[in-house]
């Protein structure tokens, strides 16, 4: 059924039961009204005859028997009353009037009478004036639910055409919605669809957009990797095929020392293969993690002593900041070294001398958050959504052997979601580069 139909049956079902409760209801408050008000005319007459008939049944030891000897509607003062009474057993035991019986029951006030709470018989009082006028009162609550029901049809009919018509505006954005979709699916990335509106169906078309622009980026890496894997590869490749060539010309011995740069072609070639394949792994879900409780200070301290020659050899000074007593985490310890070494030799490479690096450790919630701050040459914003995917380098960082593989972040960032954790840049240009990493300390599945 779809969605329209669902609204319009929902409101129409809503529309009738309300309707339906609203007639009952004032059928039942104008009958008990007047049934009341009738009563209340003839009190008095209704008391007389009641205590009369009890004293009766009382002093004749319990008992019915003569009762239609009694005058028992002397001293009423209404025009030609009558009266029917029942024993229990509901037989007429007396009847004074002139009128059909079925007449008084119909038209006349009914009574019990009771005596210690017992039923012992019942009493039906008539006079004809009280029967116009519950003639009248009977015609009333008719004319009530006539006048009720054409109104609430003629109400029905209305309702149910706007609810009809709402259902109709409410479902139309979804409508317009369907093809985009449709389009998105057959795999036009990047489509957007126009946002009108604030509410909930805004709130749809813009989410719907954006998961459309994540949609045509992917599209975009997923693209662009294969060339970039092949490139990347075919820099090394090319080098050490030029190198070989020239040896063979030359026809000479080849010496130890002219090997070495072919061999450091090869072990870049196989770091990039290497990278790649611990990426895609990660990317799976698939990478072990070997988790163990890590003091982060500690791993800090290890990571700034080994790195020290490097930043020594640029006038950068790196800082380790503290501001938590609780540094520990479950993590893999290798594949942190890995993130931090990344950041941190990113932020020696990109950072001019006599810079300044910062590792800070903080408790934010759950986590340890771990800054490692540098006060280098910044991100353009343009670059920093893509700075995590794989090869991306910025285009000063583009000249292969100033910058590395572009790979550093893309592996950093999957070793952090794969410890459940997150990792965030935030750059100012010319004023330096924060990375920003959460890692829960309530890390032990997986
Ligand atoms: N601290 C930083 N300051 C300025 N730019 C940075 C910084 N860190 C990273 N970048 C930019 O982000 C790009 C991607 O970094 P990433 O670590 O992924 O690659 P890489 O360092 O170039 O190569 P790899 O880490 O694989 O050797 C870098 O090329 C550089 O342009
Ligand atoms: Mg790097």
Redesign the pocket.
């Known amino acids: 059924m779809s969605f329209h139909r669902k609204i319009f049956y929902t409101l129409a079902l809503t529309i009738l039961g309300i309707s339906t409760v609203f007639i009952l209801l004032t059928h039942f408050t104008v009958k008990g009204t007047i049934e009341a008000g009738l009563e209340q005319t003839r009190s008095q007459e209704i008391h007389l005859i009641n205590k009369r008939l009890t004293t009766y049944y009382v002093e004749n030891n319990n008992s019915w028997k003569n009762i239609e000897q009694i005058d028992l509607l002397q001293d009423i003062t209404q025009d030609h009353p009558e009266l029917v009474v029942k024993d229990n057993r509901e037989q007429v035991i007396y009847d004074k009037g002139s009128s059909p019986l079925k007449l008084v029951e119909n038209l006349g006030i009914k009574r019990d009478i009771t005596i210690s709470n017992s039923k012992v018989g019942e009493f039906i009082y008539y006079d004809p004036e009280m029967a116009n006028f519950t003639k009248i009162m009977i015609g009333i609550p008719i004319s009530v639910i006539i006048i009720l029901l054409i109104t609430s049809t003629i109400l029905i009919i209305i309702s149910l055409f706007i609810a009809y018509r709402l259902s109709k505006w409410l479902a139309s954005p979804l409508q317009e919605l369907l093809p985009f979709i449709k389009r998105l699916g057959k795999g036009e990335f990047g489509i957007r669809v126009p946002v009108n509106t604030k509410d909930e169906y805004g709130k749809i078309a813009k989410a719907f957009n954006h998961m459309s622009k994540e949609l045509e980026k992917a599209e975009i890496v997923r693209k662009n990797l294969t060339a970039d894997v092949a490139h990347e590869l075919r820099t090394p490749l090319t080098i050490i095929n030029g190198k070989l060539d020239y040896l063979q010309q030359q026809g000479q011995m080849i010496r130890p020392e002219v090997l070495l740069p072919i061999q450091d072609e090869l072990i870049r070639l196989n770091q990039i293969v290497e ?1 790649l394949r611990v990426l895609s792994l990660a990317e799976a879900g698939k990478l072990k993690l070997n988790k163990t409780p890590t003091n982060m200070v500690d791993l800090s301290c290890r990571l700034i002593s080994s790195l020290e020659p490097l930043a020594e050899e640029k006038n950068i000074s790196m800082t380790l900041d503290v501001q938590t007593n609780e540094t520990t985490v479950f993590v893999d310890e290798n594949r942190m070294k890995q993130v931090f070494l ?2 941190l ?3 020696i ?3 001019p001398n006599q810079g300044k690096i910062y590792i800070r450790l903080f408790k934010e919630k759950n986590a340890l958050k771990i800054i490692v701050e ?1 006060t ?4 353009e914003p343009e ?1 920093l959504p893509y ?2 995917e794989r090869f ?3 285009d ?2 583009r000249t292969r052997y100033s ?8 592996i ?1 960032k999957q070793y952090v979601v794969s410890h459940n954790g997150k990792i965030e840049v935030k ?1 100012k240009v010319n004023h330096g ?1 924060s ?1 920003i990493v959460y890692l829960p300390y309530h890390n032990e599945a997986n």
């Open positions: 990278d990344n950041l030799t990113n932020a490479r990109y950072t540098d280098g040459k910044g991100i670059y700075l995590f991306y380098r910025t000063e960082a910058g590395g593989t572009g790979l550093g972040l893309a950093a750059s580069t990375f």
